[in-house]
Structures are given as C-alpha cells and as structure tokens.
C-alpha cells in the first residue's frame, strides 16, 4: 500500500510516520528545503514512541521517498493525505494538480477549520474529497475526524478502512460545520483560558495544572458526557443536568467574546510560557508528551477505555506467532518506558511478562486460547529459570524464539530466548514447564486429543 502526504509540517509528518511504521510505503511532497529534516525528526519520535504502546510488532517499515512534485506522489497511491497550511486558495491550487494526475483515489484533508464543501468548490472529482482532521501527534492519538461533505459513501467506508487499519479510530462528523467537533472544545476551552491570563486570574502555568492535574485525566478515559453522569451519583445524567442546568445561565464564562491580542498581551503569554516550559527545547518537551502519552494510553488499553480500546483491537490485527518449524518467533516488540526501573533498565519482573506472552502465543497456536479455557481447560506454568544476560533498555526491539522441547500427556516444556532484534545478542533465557489442568477440578488431566497432536507437531527432534 502507498501512501501520498502532500504537505510536510508537524501534521504531514506525523501522517507520514503513522503510515510507514504500520507498513505502507510513502511519498511526499513538500517544497520547504528543510521538510526531509522536519519529518526525519517527527518520525525518530514516532519510532519511539509508537511501538510501545503494543505487546507485538507493528508491520515491517515502509519505504519512504520525498519527490519533487505533487503528480509524483499521487501517482499509484492508494490514499492521498493533504497537510498544506490553512490557506484555501492554497489548498485549491495544491487539489488542481492532484486532480490533474490523480482523479480517483481519497483524498483527506487534514484541515481543522474548512468545510469539505469549501475544499471542494470547483473540481471534478470533489465526490472523493473528505476532511480527514488528525490531532497532533498523529503518529500516537487515534481520533481523526471525518466530514464526507459531497463525498461518496463509498469513497468514506474506503478511507475508513483504511485508516482503521492503520490504528486511527475514524470518527465520522453528521454535518459539515466549522471547527467540525473537537475543535470547538478546544476553542471554548483556549478563549477561557485567555480571559483567565488576560484578567491575572491565573498564570499559563496555573491553567495547565488546572487541567492535567484534574479534569484532563477525567477526560481522558470518559470523555464528558460519562465524566458529568457519574458526578450526578446514583440519580445519573437526568440528576447531573437537574442539579447544574440553572448554572449554565450563570456568567461564569465569556464563551462569546476573546481579548484583544494585543503586543504587550502577547508578550505576556509568550514571558509565561517561557517562564513555565523554556528550560526544554520542543523536542524535548516532545519526547516527554509522547512518553507521556503511551504509559496513559499504555493504562487505558489495559482496561479497554476509550483510546486504549483503539489501540487493543488494532494489536489484536497484528500477527503473533510466526510460521516455520523451530524454534518460533513468539514475541516480537518494543520494550516500553513504563517497563524500566531506576537503573533505566527493564525490571526483572518483565521478563516473565516475556515469557508469559512467549507461551501464551504457543497455547493460542495448538488451540489452547481463550475459547479453550472457556472449556475448563488450560495450561498452568508450574516453574521457570531465567537467566538474565544483558541489559535491555527502554525503547529496544526484542524478539523470543522459543522452542517445545516436551509435549508428552499433560506436561509441556519450553525453552525461550530473548534477542535484542537489532544484532541478535542474548539478553535472557528461560526454562519453562507447565501442566494441563482442569479449571473446574484444579488438578492436571490430559489434554483435549485435537491440543496434545499440535503440541507433539512443534516438539524439536
């Protein structure tokens, strides 16, 4: 699969990133002389950070061209993304050479204020033109929105898709407005905040404790909606909406009115700013939001809440066991930042999450997953050994082969080894021996005869 990104900034590399580390191969175009280094930059973030949200490998990296023109990238892509800046008669000029070499495949916008009927005025093929809003960093948070305007359904269901695919979750707008939807809060929320600052109510920093020190982590996993049902307690949403609707009445906000961006008021905003964040450079404020970002969405899939859902059901489309006759690739991923200690190294209690998974992509392989122990049936580890041997850091791609060198009755023996994928080396091993049990005794039994003939079949000779 190609994809073409037609415009090269913060948004258009984070599309870039978020296509080529799940496999697709990408072209693009932007005439800035520095975009190579601008996206070089964006995508070292994102090999960092985006592996580690998942238990498995992502997708072989894709290839990725910078070309000189924008027919060069269209041509053959199976999705064009455009990211060129909110200027419309830019973004005309830009879809008339689109539509010149290219008259079929979806187009996505990633504008965050222009409607598709906007975008579309005036071409031919405006039936596969759809807003497709991405939120910064692109390559980690899941949500784009989509607005079909005149769009094709099908053209939509495609890009949906396709995106999914890809690990966004596709939210599809029902009316083509400004700001389309997440925009609009943003914009409630900063015209608040600039009257806050504006007044000396609160300083930049105050906001920002305001928020991710409260309502944000709400946010975060509930949204609004479910956030305010539970603050109404036993009585729900209709006593939430009883208790607080008479506020809404209330001049608490200035919703409809914003400060005057004056010099000295932008001074003040900027001498806050570098007061509260100056000490780091943005790329360094950039790694920490994206380390950030991954332990939060890292929690959220661990209980399948909202972005963590997304995230749960793109791992489950990834592979897991590789095929072949021995010993296997059980695990392949990237050691994440959540898993190391003070030493900056992983913590030994991880290794047998390793291992765990490692037997877990065996007994999923001979048929003994999650519907066989809906059975009451199952495997139970009843030792392991592990050696450790070298460090493994936060951030490294590992790899566990793991050999069965028993598969007797109700007894299964494994042998792992961890690598480091970039050169192979060792970094630990471990012995493993289970028993299959009963769920509903507690005691080992034999085995289901279809998972004892699979298991013998991967016994090294």
């Not at 994102?46 to 997708?59: C, G, N, S, V, W």
């Not at 455009?82 to 290219?102: D, F, G, M, Q, T």
């Not at 793991?402 to 792992?416: C, F, M, N, S, Y």
Request: hydrophobic letters at 45%.
């Amino acid at each position: 699969m190609k994809a073409a990104v037609i415009g090269g900034g913060v948004i258009g590399g984070g599309w870039a990133a978020r296509f080529l580390l799940n496999g697709w191969d990408v072209d693009v175009f932007d005439p800035d002389p520095d975009a190579q280094r601008k996206i070089g930059e964006v995508l070292a973030n994102a090999r960092d950070a985006l592996p580690m949200l998942y238990e498995t490998a992502l997708p072989a990296e894709g290839r990725l061209r910078f070309v000189a023109t924008v027919a060069d990238a269209v041509e053959g892509a199976d999705y064009i993304q455009e990211s060129v800046p909110e200027r419309l008669a830019l973004k005309h000029k830009v879809y008339a050479e689109i539509e010149a070499a290219n008259r079929n495949t979806p187009l996505g916008s990633s504008t965050s204020g222009f409607k598709p009927s906007d975008l579309g005025a005036g071409f031919a093929s405006a039936d596969r033109l759809f807003v497709a809003h991405p939120f910064n960093p692109v390559y980690l948070l899941p949500l784009v929105e989509l607005v079909p305007g005149a769009a094709a359904a099908g053209v939509v269901d495609q890009a949906t898709e396709l995106l999914r695919g890809v690990g966004f979750f596709p939210l599809r707008v029902r009316a083509e407005i400004d700001a389309h939807l997440a925009d609009r809060f943003l914009e409630a929320v900063w015209r608040e905040a600039l009257w806050l600052l504006h007044d000396d109510v609160a300083t930049t920093q105050e906001i920002d404790e305001a928020i991710r020190m409260g309502f944000g982590l709400r946010w975060a996993q509930m949204g609004l909606f479910e956030t305010y049902r539970i603050a109404g307690g036993e009585g729900g949403m209709a006593h939430f909406v009883e208790q607080f609707g008479p506020a809404l009445k209330w001049p608490w906000t200035k919703l409809m009115d914003v400060p005057d961006m004056t010099p000295d008021f932008a001074a003040k905003i900027g001498a806050q700013s570098d007061a509260q964040s100056g000490a780091r450079s943005i790329r360094e404020l950039e790694r920490l939001r994206d380390r950030n970002l991954v332990a939060i969405l890292r929690a959220l899939k661990r209980e399948g809440s909202g972005a963590g859902q997304v995230i749960a059901d793109h791992e489950a489309a990834l592979p897991a066991l590789d095929a072949g006759t021995g010993p296997y690739i059980t695990v392949r991923r990237v050691i994440p930042s959540d898993w190391t200690d003070y030493n900056g190294h992983m913590n030994e209690s991880r290794y047998g999450q390793i291992w765990s998974d490692a037997a877990d992509a065996i007994l999923s392989h001979v048929g003994a997953g999650p519907d066989y122990v809906a059975r009451g049936l199952s495997y139970f580890t009843v030792e392991t050994n592990t050696r450790f041997l070298a460090e493994t850091l936060a951030g490294e791609a590992v790899m566990c082969e793991t050999e069965v060198t028993l598969g007797e009755g109700k007894k299964l023996a494994l042998e792992h080894c961890m690598k480091r994928a970039s050169d192979g080396a060792v970094l630990a091993t471990c012995g493993q021996f289970l028993l299959h049990v009963s769920l509903e005794t507690r005691a080992s039994c034999a085995p289901e005869p279809a998972v004892e003939a699979a298991v013998r079949a991967l016994v090294t000779v």
